[in-house]
């Protein structure tokens, strides 16, 4: 497969870089990527060192960046985007220019080349939030009902997807997932962004009352729902992707603590976010039934991994700068 892989020096596609390498060193893989605040380039270094990946820098909202990267694939997997809610409430127009001018301008010349199938990632924000007392989960047949700006724009790329899927044909899937977590996330995302405040000697912003709950999974096993989606998924289809791990982000602190060796008393509780979601829930069962995918790490094993990984990488998010302090303004 000769494949393209947008957003790939970001957390998601920086570890999907890794996985495909592993999984599929027969497949030529290109990485286009402009190279945000959010990209680092240190997260795929080692692939492009050795010669297993082509990098190249551009912006998926201009037609010849997207060209130039796209030329020769027959596969993408779209993963660039703005992707921080708080950052969305601030800035939305850059939201709305990244993920719906650029899906858009991604399908155009996926269209004019012929490319054989799109694959576009999204996220279950699109769905809009649960109660916390309610039973109910999200799933492909649930209404979208975004409720921030990045979940808007999230959810009008998707459907501009699907129209391409409908009116030009197009093999397209898409997929809902969780909030993910491991490796090479950005510091502002709250595992990342508690264990390096925790590191400094700092308290964690703990939003309101802290019972909004999140449904979690390991980044890799997104990885591989992707890879069985992309192989085997069925043309014009949606997947709901899910580790089926719902933890409330007061729990989430707590076992960060535990994992950390630190006490309750590290936790600030601070005013909620805008339009702050109180729960998402997912049921991937049409992906687990149809294409046999299973996650296969376990929560607690691999957000102890993933909390060393910071602890162990000091290099990694330092190479942020200050960018990473952004959430702490709110
Ligand atoms: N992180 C999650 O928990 C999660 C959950 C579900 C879905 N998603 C979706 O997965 C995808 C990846 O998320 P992430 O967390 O890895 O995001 P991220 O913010 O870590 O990375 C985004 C990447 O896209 C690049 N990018 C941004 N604008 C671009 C542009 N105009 N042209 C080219 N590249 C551009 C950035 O440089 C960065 O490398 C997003 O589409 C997001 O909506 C994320």
């Given at each position: 497969?000769?494949?393209?892989?947008?957003?790939?020096?970001?957390?998601?596609?920086?570890?999907?870089?890794?996985?495909?390498?592993?999984?599929?060193?027969?497949?030529?893989?290109?990485?286009?990527?402009?190279?945000?605040?959010?990209?680092?380039?240190?997260?795929?270094?080692?692939?492009?060192?050795?010669?297993?990946?082509?990098?190249?820098?551009?912006?998926?909202?201009?037609?010849?960046?997207?060209?130039?990267?796209?030329?020769?694939?027959?596969?993408?997997?779209?993963?660039?985007?703005?992707?921080?809610?708080?950052?969305?409430?601030?800035?939305?127009?850059?939201?709305?220019?990244?993920?719906?001018?650029?899906?858009?301008?991604?399908?155009?010349?996926?269209?004019?080349?012929?490319?054989?199938?799109?694959?576009?990632?999204?996220?279950?924000?699109?769905?809009?939030?649960?109660?916390?007392?309610?039973?109910?989960?999200?799933?492909?047949?649930?209404?979208?009902?975004?409720?921030?700006?990045?979940?808007?724009?999230?959810?009008?790329?998707?459907?501009?997807?699907?129209?391409?899927?409908?009116?030009?044909?197009?093999?397209?899937?898409?997929?809902?997932?969780?909030?993910?977590?491991?490796?090479?996330?950005?510091?502002?995302?709250?595992?990342?962004?508690?264990?390096?405040?925790?590191?400094?000697?700092?308290?964690?912003?703990?939003?309101?009352?802290?019972?909004?709950?999140?449904?979690?999974?390991?980044?890799?096993?997104?990885?591989?729902?992707?890879?069985?989606?992309?192989?085997?998924?069925?043309?014009?289809?949606?997947?709901?992707?899910?580790?089926?791990?719902?933890?409330?982000?007061?729990?989430l602190?707590r076992k960060i603590?535990s994992i950390?060796?630190?006490?309750?008393?590290?936790?600030?509780?601070?005013?909620?976010?805008?339009?702050?979601?109180?729960?998402?829930?997912?049921?991937?069962?049409?992906?687990?039934?149809?294409?046999?995918?299973?996650?296969?790490?376990?929560?607690?094993?691999?957000l102890?991994?993933?909390?060393?990984?910071?602890?162990?990488?000091?290099?990694?998010?330092?190479?942020?700068?200050?960018?990473?302090?952004?959430?702490?303004?709110?």
């Amino acid at each position: 497969m000769r494949i393209l892989i947008t957003g790939g020096a970001g957390f998601i596609g920086s570890n999907l870089l890794h996985y495909w390498c592993e999984k599929h060193p027969e497949d030529r893989v290109v990485c286009l990527d402009k190279l945000t605040y959010a990209g680092h380039l240190e997260s795929i270094r080692p692939l492009i060192d050795d010669g297993r990946i082509d990098f190249v820098r551009g912006d998926i909202c201009i037609s010849d960046d997207v060209l130039n990267a796209m030329r020769g694939a027959d596969t993408v997997i779209h993963l660039a985007a703005e992707s921080h809610v708080d950052r969305s409430i601030d800035r939305p127009d850059e939201f709305v220019r990244t993920n719906v001018l650029g899906t858009f301008t991604l399908l155009e010349e996926a269209r004019r080349l012929d490319v054989r199938r799109f694959h576009h990632v999204s996220t279950d924000e699109v769905f809009g939030t649960l109660s916390l007392d309610s039973v109910r989960k999200f799933s492909e047949r649930t209404r979208y009902n975004p409720r921030s700006p990045y979940a808007a724009s999230k959810a009008a790329s998707d459907h501009l997807v699907r129209s391409y899927g409908e009116t030009y044909g197009m093999t397209i899937t898409v997929s809902n997932c969780g909030n993910n977590f491991g490796p090479f996330q950005h510091p502002e995302k709250i595992i990342p962004r508690f264990v390096t405040l925790l590191k400094s000697g700092k308290n964690v912003p703990v939003y309101g009352d802290g019972l909004n709950v999140r449904d979690w999974i390991y980044v890799v096993d997104h990885c591989s729902a992707l890879d069985a989606i992309v192989g085997r998924g069925k043309s014009g289809s949606t997947y709901v992707v899910s580790g089926r791990n719902e933890l409330s982000n007061i729990e989430l602190t707590r076992k960060i603590l535990s994992i950390m060796n630190l006490g309750q008393d590290r936790i600030d509780y601070i005013g909620d976010r805008p339009g702050h979601d109180r729960r998402y829930a997912l049921d991937d069962s049409k992906l687990r039934k149809e294409l046999g995918w299973k996650p296969s790490m376990r929560l607690n094993d691999a957000l102890k991994a993933t909390v060393e990984w910071y602890l162990d990488n000091e290099w990694w998010w330092k190479g942020f700068g200050d960018s990473y302090s952004f959430s702490a303004k709110r």
